[in-house]
């Protein structure tokens, strides 16, 4: 695994790419940091995710593939 920052808060996470579907994703100390989420907890009227996502993480993950910060292994 390894560590990467979400571009728009600076959250720490640990993640691997398995193949371009699909990332596995550990949180550092949880996912209190991570402003979406906390927008989220702050706006009653919606229902939580089932599995929680932030949309700027997973943005963040793509261009470090993007741009080779992130390998992906070989089909």
């Known amino acids: 695994m390894q560590l990467l920052s979400c571009r728009r808060c600076g959250t720490s996470v640990l993640v691997k790419k398995n ?19 906390a ?20 943005d963040s993950i793509e261009d470090a593939v993007r741009n080779g910060l992130l390998s992906v292994p070989a089909p």
């Open 39 to 58: 927008e989220r907890r702050a706006a009653p009227a919606q229902a939580p995710a089932v599995i929680p996502t932030c949309a700027q993480l997973r």
């Open 19 to 37: 193949s371009l579907a699909q990332t596995s994703v550990q949180w550092n100390g949880g996912s209190g940091g991570c402003a979406e989420f």
